[in-house]
């Protein structure tokens, strides 16, 4: 008995030593993505301003990727988080990376989004990065056994821009305008659940207490966990109007207005209450399962 417990021992501490699986990084586009005959665009690159906010910018993305990191103790939850920037740029760190630092120690497999930017339709903005959503959620489908996640537990989390990009993802996901590949679409793309977080593009510019006519909300919906802070230039209204849309379809949905934090706090820590937003959507998580 006491060699078997020198054994496992032995067997713990090496374990303790090996390193860490390494993220994977999975091309959307293997054969490039689908762009408007002669579409050019600059070599993707970091975009740096000459005072130093502590954002940083990823611009003139062409060839979009989703990386996987390896949770701490995976729960078989996986979350897609997509970086804001206007669909101009990616905040690709306090919005991207440091998020998915977080979402590993909890469990969950977070899957950061590189997704195409600047805009290439003035008057659709969201329209290419939709394809690069619909995709990223087939792959993960397809390839969720090798990942060690469950394809019924894929969630979608997204900041500004990209916030506006999770809700129009969990709405139109199956709303295709590119021709599929069976091995990496499937036929329903939509997240299981989704978190927007201070979404930009809600509300119409001329009243800011009417959603845009693309959000609509139907009992096709996933669940919905919105975050938003009541002095945000992009109106809380919109998600304020998106929650009681939910309500009255009877759809599982939570939102956190906060009195102060503006937008684009991400992870940036300032010391108001809007810091401990992720902490609200870590609990709000695990109650979709218990609701099953």
Same mark, same amino acid.
């Given at each position: 008995?006491?060699?078997?417990?020198?054994?496992? %021992?032995? /067997? *713990?501490?090496?374990?303790?030593?090996?390193?860490? +699986?390494?993220?994977?990084?999975?091309? /959307?586009?293997?054969?490039?993505?689908?762009? +408007?005959?002669?579409?050019?665009?600059?070599?993707?690159?970091?975009?740096?301003?000459?005072?130093?906010?502590? &954002?940083?910018? *990823?611009?003139?993305? %062409?060839?979009?990727?989703?990386?996987?990191?390896? +949770?701490?103790?995976?729960?078989?939850?996986?979350?897609?988080?997509?970086?804001?920037?206007?669909?101009?740029?990616?905040?690709?760190?306090?919005?991207?990376?440091?998020?998915?630092?977080? *979402?590993?120690?909890?469990? #969950?497999? =977070? #899957?950061? $989004?590189?997704?195409?930017?600047?805009?290439?339709?003035?008057?659709?903005?969201?329209?290419? =990065? $939709?394809?690069?959503?619909?995709?990223?959620?087939?792959?993960?489908?397809?390839?969720?056994?090798?990942?060690?996640?469950?394809?019924?537990?894929?969630?979608?989390?997204?900041?500004?821009?990209?916030?506006?990009? %999770?809700?129009?993802? @969990?709405?139109? @996901?199956?709303?295709?305008?590119?021709?599929?590949?069976?091995? !990496?679409?499937?036929?329903?793309?939509?997240?299981?659940?989704?978190?927007?977080?201070?979404?930009?593009?809600? &509300?119409?510019?001329?009243? @800011?207490?009417?959603? #845009? =006519?693309?959000?609509?909300?139907?009992?096709? +919906?996933?669940?919905?966990?919105?975050?938003?802070?009541?002095?945000?230039?992009?109106?809380?209204?919109?998600?304020? /109007?998106?929650? !009681?849309?939910?309500?009255?379809?009877?759809?599982?949905?939570?939102?956190?207005?906060?009195?102060?934090?503006?937008?684009?706090?991400?992870?940036?820590?300032?010391?108001?209450?809007?810091?401990?937003? !992720?902490?609200? &959507?870590?609990?709000?998580?695990?109650? !979709?399962?218990? @609701?099953?």
């Amino acid at each position: 008995m006491k060699r078997l417990s020198l054994v496992s %021992s032995l /067997l *713990l501490s090496i374990a303790a030593l090996a390193p860490a +699986a390494e993220p994977v990084v999975i091309k /959307l586009w293997p054969k490039g993505a689908p762009e +408007a005959e002669g579409f050019k665009i600059e070599p993707e690159a970091e975009i740096k301003r000459e005072k130093d906010d502590g &954002v940083k910018r *990823l611009g003139n993305v %062409s060839d979009p990727t989703i990386t996987i990191y390896p +949770a701490e103790n995976p729960n078989g939850t996986a979350v897609l988080v997509c970086p804001g920037g206007g669909y101009g740029i990616l905040a690709i760190e306090h919005e991207g990376t440091q998020v998915c630092d977080y *979402l590993k120690t909890i469990g #969950v497999t =977070p #899957v950061l $989004l590189k997704y195409r930017v600047p805009r290439r339709d003035p008057t659709d903005p969201s329209r290419v =990065p $939709l394809q690069d959503t619909q995709r990223a959620m087939g792959i993960l489908r397809h390839r969720a056994a090798e990942f060690g996640i469950q394809p019924d537990r894929i969630g979608i989390l997204g900041f500004s821009a990209g916030g506006h990009l %999770s809700i129009m993802t @969990a709405l139109h @996901a199956n709303e295709r305008t590119y021709e599929q590949d069976p091995a !990496l679409d499937v036929e329903d793309a939509t997240p299981n659940f989704a978190v927007p977080v201070y979404p930009a593009y809600l &509300v119409e510019k001329e009243n @800011a207490f009417q959603l #845009v =006519p693309e959000i609509k909300i139907s009992a096709k +919906a996933p669940p919905m966990c919105l975050i938003h802070a009541h002095d945000d230039p992009h109106s809380a209204g919109g998600s304020a /109007l998106i929650y !009681l849309e939910y309500k009255k379809n009877n759809i599982p949905c939570e939102v956190h207005i906060y009195s102060t934090g503006g937008h684009g706090f991400g992870m940036k820590k300032n010391g108001l209450p809007v810091n401990d937003w !992720l902490l609200r &959507v870590a609990e709000w998580m695990p109650t !979709l399962t218990k @609701a099953k």
